[in-house]
């Protein structure tokens, strides 16, 4: 048996994460849950005094929106769409028979008007666009949302529907990049605040097919996204807890994002994998949260 396995049954003979029956779709427990609370509650304490505006979204999108991002042609793969039965009684008695007899049901769903949300920051690009110029200032936004990926996996790690907490900047290159390279410092020290040892790694998205490799090439030679890196499931291949992505003025452009001065916004994201931050800190303390060290249980709960 494998590491994955044998620590993905583990949290599920805990109780940790609940069976669905389905790999990466997992109920969690109370006590998970805490640990993502008091998690969350420390990165207020660090991000905090920087007076982001919060705000949270459901996880699903304007499917509009979500076209217009681009998403489907970077990771089509990865994209959640939701459908409904739009029908009449008749289409309705087909259906049903579908089902009966183990047919394909789900061929007369139709799209509706909403997508799973791929990243916690989709919403936030047009929603701040139509509020027209940003202030001098430029912008600065919390926001956590649940969010789907069809990366179907026995990696505890590699969920279907996760949440992600994400701090949006946007403004002239330099501060976008300096906000970025504070979260990176910040996010090292919050992990060592909870006993967790991280390197820092340059990173690419897994843009889809042949000319994807060189979209992801191109991110890595830029230094466009920088991951945080904790191991988790695998000492050689260890699992991207923070990642750290610089847009240039990519989204600035693509929504109509602009400054005071009328210039287009660059914009940059940090994003927080909340449950693979407790799966890593599950996995080097151990299941039990009353036997973590103290000055990790005193770093969470005070
Ligand atoms: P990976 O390379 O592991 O697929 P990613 O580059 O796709 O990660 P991002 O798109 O940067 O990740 O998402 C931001 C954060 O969300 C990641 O750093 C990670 O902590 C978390 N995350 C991403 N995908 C998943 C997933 N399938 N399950 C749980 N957490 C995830
Ligand atoms: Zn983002
Ligand atoms: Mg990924």
Redesign the pocket.
Known sequence: MDMQTSFLDRLFESGLLIDTGID?LYGRSGQFEDVIAAFERLIDVFGGADGAEAMRFPPGMNRAFFEKSGYMKSFPQLAGTVHSFCGSELDHVSLLQCMEVGEDWTKGQEATDIVLTP?ACYPLYPTIAKRGNLPKTGGLFDLQSYCF?H?PSKDP????L?R?REYVCMGTEQHVTDFRQRWMDRGVEMMKAVGLEVTIDV?N??FFGRAGKMLANNQRDQNL?F?LLIPITSAANP?????F?YHQDAFGTKWGLNLEDGSVAHTACV???L??IALALFHHHGLDVKQWPSSVRKALWG
């Open positions: 990466g990243a990926r990366e790690a590699r969920q279907q996760f992600m990173a998205d897994p996204k991951e699992t991207a807890c923070m990642s992505n994003g927080f994998g449950e693979r």
